[in-house]
């Protein structure tokens, strides 16, 4: 059975479950046009997950695709977290506001509780993906039983070869090329592979179907990454534009307007791909100190941006974007679909 027949969709073309970005009317209108759309729940509540996979399903019968972040829920380390907010004071006081003297830890993980896992068996939606990490035995075989089709991000081989041994059906190799958060296992350390090297070792290497995700941003980057062994190919920052996301307007106008990219953890305490800002020119300097725990980090990142954006400045901004984010067009997801589908059949 191929990956197109096992998830009963018409075209090798995933949307990336992108967390604070995607909508039931994204994930609907690329499912509706043949593609697998997708839902980026990590950052959502039990119960504003549930609405939005209900929504979904009430604007499509097609196939589509849940995310949730498996990272291991680390304790805030006291010293570090006092150092980073003392670091971002300054920054604080610009806009005439005093940050938080403590940080909460606003993303549970999937790994925490069987509380997602028992929504996904209640609403049944025909894949899963996790990034960050690999679910429990128990919930991997739960969904199995349901018949919900699992897939994990890997960024190197290490991790796909735990992926395969873990029992899940798909892979998502993502290149360095990957706007947003890199979907390390280890924070340690990145391997930093480029998405067609990725796709290429993974196939070598691993018998499961392999779906390449980075730097993708038009049908002939999607039909090279094919032709390399990839069943499909999966994009997010092409259809952040789209007017169904939920991406704000200053999102959208920089995409356009300043195209470059460049990995920080400052904003979250993970690395993530986005726009060049103020986290990369002001923050990410050689004194910075570590900075605190995901996802507590990112706590006190978005504070800060609300107490900018409230001045009038859209600089602390997670305005999350892949490297070949200068390709970009503006289009709906049906027509980009199309379009998609189009130059991959003129380059077969």
Request: glycine share 8%; net charge negative.
């Amino acid at each position: 059975m191929t990956l197109l027949e096992q998830l009963e969709i018409k075209h090798p073309i995933f949307l990336a479950p992108m967390a604070g970005v995607s909508t039931p009317q994204l994930a609907a209108e690329v499912s509706n046009q043949g593609g697998l759309g997708s839902l980026g729940l990590g950052a959502s509540t039990v119960a504003a997950a549930r609405q939005q996979i209900l929504e979904t399903q009430a604007l499509t019968e097609k196939p589509f695709q849940v995310n949730f972040f498996c990272h291991k829920s680390s304790a805030l380390d006291p010293h570090i977290s006092k150092q980073w907010i003392e670091y971002l004071r300054p920054q604080f006081e610009k806009y005439h506001a005093t940050p938080p003297s403590e940080l909460k830890c606003i993303y549970p993980s999937f790994l925490d509780s069987d509380d997602y896992l028992n929504l996904l068996l209640e609403t049944r939606p025909k894949a899963v993906s996790f990034h960050f990490g690999i679910p429990h035995p128990h919930q991997i075989q739960a969904l199995k039983q349901a018949g919900i089709i699992t897939m994990v991000s890997a960024t190197n081989l290490a991790e796909a070869l735990e992926i395969e041994a873990a029992g899940i059906d798909i892979i998502i190799a993502q290149g360095i090329e990957a706007g947003g958060h890199r979907g390390i296992f280890n924070q340690s350390f990145d391997s930093a592979v480029k998405t067609s090297d990725l796709v290429q070792l993974l196939k070598q290497y691993c018998s499961l179907p392999v779906v390449a995700a980075g730097g993708v941003m038009n049908g002939q980057q999607a039909q090279l990454l094919i032709k390399l062994g990839a069943e499909a190919v999966q994009l997010g920052t092409a259809f952040v534009q789209c007017k169904s996301s939920n991406a704000n307007a200053a999102y959208r106008k920089a995409l356009f307007s300043n195209p470059i990219t460049q990995i920080t953890v400052s904003i979250s305490g993970r690395p993530a791909r986005g726009l060049i800002n103020h986290w990369h020119t002001q923050i990410d300097r050689p004194e910075r100190p570590d900075v605190a725990a995901y996802p507590y980090c990112y706590d006190l990142g978005k504070q800060l941006n609300a107490v900018a954006v409230a001045q009038g400045d859209e600089g602390f901004g997670a305005f999350w974007a892949g490297t070949n984010v200068a390709q970009i067009r503006e289009m709906a997801a049906a027509d980009l679909i199309n379009q998609l589908v189009l130059e991959m059949n003129i380059h077969l």
